[in-house]
């Protein structure tokens, strides 16, 4: 049905985010550089701050799809077995 495309994405995708880390690590070696903020200083020389800030960016919508996630999966299940009113479910599931 759907396994056999969703395997094959998934390996194409791990094979494309390993080479991307290796590429990474080459560069990273070829300047002595021990973090990408560095990396990016050496390689293109200006505008260090672009990397923090996407770095920045990255993590911040990271965190707020997993809070979506989290209370998608869980907002039901705390609702269904602790018998909280969904007004407190929110809630509920934004602590954990």
Request: negative net charge.
């Amino acid at each position: 049905t759907g396994s056999l495309p969703a395997i094959g994405l998934v390996a194409f995708l791990g094979a494309v985010s390993c080479g991307s880390f290796l590429l990474l690590g080459e560069d990273a070696l070829r300047y002595q550089a021990s973090d990408v903020r560095s990396l990016w200083s050496e390689a293109v020389g200006a505008n260090a701050w672009a990397v923090d800030a996407s770095v920045a960016a990255f993590c911040g919508a990271a965190a707020v799809i997993y809070h979506g996630i989290v209370g998608d999966v869980f907002g039901p299940l705390v609702e269904k077995y602790l018998d909280i009113p969904p007004s407190i479910t929110v809630y509920a599931v934004a602590l954990l």
